[in-house]
């Protein structure tokens, strides 16, 4: 299966730790997008990478949260002191130019 | 700004029966692409069903279909011959400067045997 895939599935940490979560997008596609989704939501849109180059990020991602995309092929989204208000499912999707974006499975991430 | 409202938070029909999901969108953009997501329990967010906003026709995909409304800024999702696995939830998304989705808040679709 060539699909999107997130690395970890779920993820439970502590208030105050660092967590990092890798995305492997389609090998082709271009553009690589991360979204959050918090339960009985829709996914919210945090960033976009164009190859390697980051283009847009929402107001939600605060300076706790980066993200790259080196040789733009997989990203990482980094969350550093980590508050229960982060606890969601982070999905990664991809795409080819402006077309359809194919999610991946997404990473749950829950901050006790 | 752009936003995207489904006003049907739950939707539960027989096996076999015709349903539709409503969705309404407010952008400024005069080209612009409409999305229905799947994203059944558990498992991860396919997409159903398209509409560039330039195409007069409305999309269908075998049993999926859209009825697109561009003036009154309306695209719901008519499911015929509903199956089990059509259980899911049901995202409308909006292509924002073609770059990010923005999408409605879902509705949790129940197909009963």
């Known amino acids: 299966d060539t699909g999107v895939s997130q690395n970890p599935r779920h993820k439970i940490t502590k208030r105050g730790q660092n967590v990092t979560f890798r995305c492997d997008p389609i090998?082709?596609?271009?553009?690589l997008y991360w979204y959050r989704q918090t339960l009985g939501q829709g996914p919210e849109f945090l960033t976009y990478?164009?190859?390697?180059?980051?283009?847009?990020k929402s107001r939600l991602l605060s300076d706790r949260f980066s993200a790259e995309r080196p040789k733009g092929s997989f990203s990482t989204l980094e969350i550093q002191r980590t508050e229960q208000g982060d606890s969601a499912m982070y999905l990664c999707?991809?795409?080819?130019?402006?077309?359809?974006?194919?999610f991946g499975p997404g990473t749950r991430l829950t901050v006790l | 700004a752009q936003t995207v409202t489904q006003s049907q938070p739950e939707m539960s029909v027989q096996e076999a029966e015709t349903v539709t999901l409503s969705c309404t969108y407010d952008?400024?953009?005069?080209?612009?692409?409409l999305f229905w997501y799947k994203q059944p329990p558990s498992r991860q967010m396919i997409l159903v069903i398209r509409?560039?906003?330039?195409?007069?026709q409305n999309a269908t995909e075998n049993r999926f279909s859209v009825n697109f409304q561009k003036a009154a800024k309306s695209f719901s999702l008519k499911i015929s011959d509903s199956q089990l696995g059509d259980t899911a939830m049901y995202f409308c998304?909006?292509?924002?400067?073609?770059?990010?989705?923005?999408f409605g808040q879902g509705t949790r679709l129940t197909i009963n045997p």
């Open positions: 952008t400024s953009e005069s080209n612009y692409y």
């Open positions: 990478f164009q190859n390697e180059a980051q283009l847009e």
């Open positions: 090998s082709e596609h271009n553009r």
């Open positions: 509409q560039e906003a330039y195409k007069q």
């Open positions: 999707a991809s795409s080819l130019g402006v077309d359809e974006q194919f």
């Open positions: 998304a909006l292509l924002q400067g073609a770059q990010k989705l923005v």
